[in-house]
């Protein structure tokens, strides 16, 4: 038998522009107020809001559905088991990948790469051999290399970035060489919105038999992936940024790979036959998968994507993309706004500073005026460095973003520059 979630109205594809109105009521916190004003969240990047859908999906599976999955014979199981698995087939096929078994959960983007470099890494990466990696990597895609360079006198190489915040692809092409074992470079820069030229990357390095994997923690929610077409060896993505829930994310991997990859970690479901002398583990994806999932979480995760596929995600770039110039050409107007990250080809996100007025300043400031943005350094310090600031200011877009939410940033914007003033 197998099990469906109650069908709820999804959006239908339409041509661009969204009907960001009528989306815009399928997320209820859209309706909150903060500080007596209406909620403008802008701040995606880190984590997107929720559709109801999405909301109902977690509620549904909890009152109606709920057991654990694989192991039981009785019926909740093997509900469990059945909707789990149509999440896995869901996400197979929202990044086109070839089969099912390339699909291992995991808790988000972060484990995805530390799962890679603790078990592809310490299995064929060793002393003297390189991981190359590029200046605009977030911190999950720098520490679980340095932690494995630590491990195995491995040697991380660093591909810097322009001024514009673009990849140097000439210093690339010339630190690809005969030592690198692996290239691990992000997909979409959160702290500048660079989308990077993945395409030739994964050409070049696969020109040397070097294996390349994405972090496609922003890319996935903003335009579409096809990991079979890209050729990459592993994509890594969170739910939470995809407007699912946190605490499950998406390691995809070439079967092959994984295949020849050991365990990361030991414990139930990852095995096949245990006895005190040897054990037997299970074939993929359940290899990486020891213990309870987040088994709701998947769930779930897998109605954002149904979610997402009624809108479709060309429909979703198109309109990001007009939001997200229409705020550059506004905020060039700003005295004193200066806008970090200029890369021709960029997702959603407008990283800038304002003279004289710390990033925080602006974030509280704004916070008042019901402005949800980002102040920091968005985990991505060696950015911050490059561009010599301590910290950006960052709004980010999403689907139910509109040119008013827009206006109305750019508006707070002003207001805090006059009591800097
Ligand atoms: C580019 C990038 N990589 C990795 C991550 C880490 O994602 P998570 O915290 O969901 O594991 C993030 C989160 O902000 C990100 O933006």
Known sequence: MSIALAQRPHPIAEPNPLDVERLRADFPILGETVHG??????????????????????????????SNVHRGVHT??????????????????????????????????????????????????????????????????IVPWQMLCAQTGARL???????????????FEGLLNDRTRLVAVVHMSNALGTVNPVQAIIDQAHRRGVPVLLDGAQSAAHMPVDVQALDCDFF???????????????????????????????GGDMIRQVTFDKTEYNELPYKFEAGTPAIVDAIALGTAIDYLNGI????????????????????????????????????????????????????????????AIRAGHHCAMPVMDFFEVPATVRASFALYNTREEVDCLMDGIQQVIEVFA
């Open 312 to 371: 479709g995600l060309a429909a979703i770039a198109e309109h990001e993309h007009q939001l997200l110039a229409y705020a550059t050409q506004r905020a060039a107007h700003i005295p004193g706004l200066n806008v970090i990250g200029t890369a021709q080809d960029k997702g959603a996100i407008l990283s800038f500073t304002l003279e004289r007025v710390h990033p925080h300043d602006v974030g509280t400031l704004l916070d008042q005026l019901g402005i």
């Open 236 to 266: 890594a993505f969170s739910g939470h940024k995809l407007y699912g829930p946190s605490g499950i994310g998406v390691l995809y991997g070439k079967e092959a790979l994984l295949k020849a990859m050991p365990p990361y970690q030991g």
């Open 76 to 141: 909740l199981s093997q509900r469990s088991t059945d909707l789990f698995e149509g999440a896995r087939e869901k996400v197979r096929s929202f990044i086109n990948a070839a089969r099912n078994q390339e699909v291992i959960f995991v808790r988000g983007t972060t484990e995805a790469i530390n799962l890679v470099a603790q078990t592809y890494g310490r299995a064929n990466i060793g002393a003297g051999d390189e991981i190359l990696i590029t200046t605009m990597e977030h911190h999950s895609n």
């Open 157 to 171: 190489q660093v591909v810097p970035i322009n001024r514009r915040g673009e990849l140097d692809m000439d210093a």
């Open 37 to 66: 004003r209406p909620l403008v969240y802008l701040d995606n990047a880190s984590s997107t809001q929720k559709p109801r859908s999405v909301i109902d999906a977690i509620s549904e599976v909890y009152q109606r559905h709920y």
